[in-house]
């Protein structure tokens, strides 16, 4: 993974992915993948699990997608594995999904 590949801005309708490389032996099993959505509170918008969400696991890749960016998919993802040996914890590896064009403001 690159650096700033963990922030993505994406506008209203369109889809991303963000894909995680795993170095380990054994690879986790596709049940061993876990990952966690935390709403950024946008307009009020908060306590609602966002759909079109799907984390499939290929070998050494891990891709979470999201087909169609609504207001509700903003914010942040966690993306957690784990084999036989040990393995990432809960909020370890945080991607953030934001508005296209839209800035943080600091209060």
């Known amino acids: 993974m690159e650096p ?7 506008g209203i309708g369109n889809g991303t992915t963000f894909k995680i490389w795993v170095i380990a ?4 099993r ?3 993948w876990h990952w966690k959505f935390s709403a950024r509170n946008l307009s009020n918008v908060q306590g609602r699990e ?9 070998g050494e ?8 960016v609504t ?5 942040n993802y966690s993306v957690w594995a784990a084999n036989s040996y040990g393995g990432w914890k809960e909020g370890e590896l945080t ?4 508005p296209k064009g839209k800035t943080e403001v600091s209060i």
Do not use: C, K, M
């Open 95 to 98: 991607f953030t999904l934001l």
């Open 4 to 10: 700033g590949d963990t922030i993505r801005r994406i």
């Open 30 to 32: 596709e049940d061993q």
């Open 71 to 75: 207001i509700y998919h903003y914010g």
């Open 61 to 68: 890749v891990a891709t979470l997608s999201i087909r169609s």
């Open 50 to 58: 966002p759909g079109d969400i799907n984390l499939t696991v290929s």
């Open 25 to 28: 032996r054994p690879l986790p």
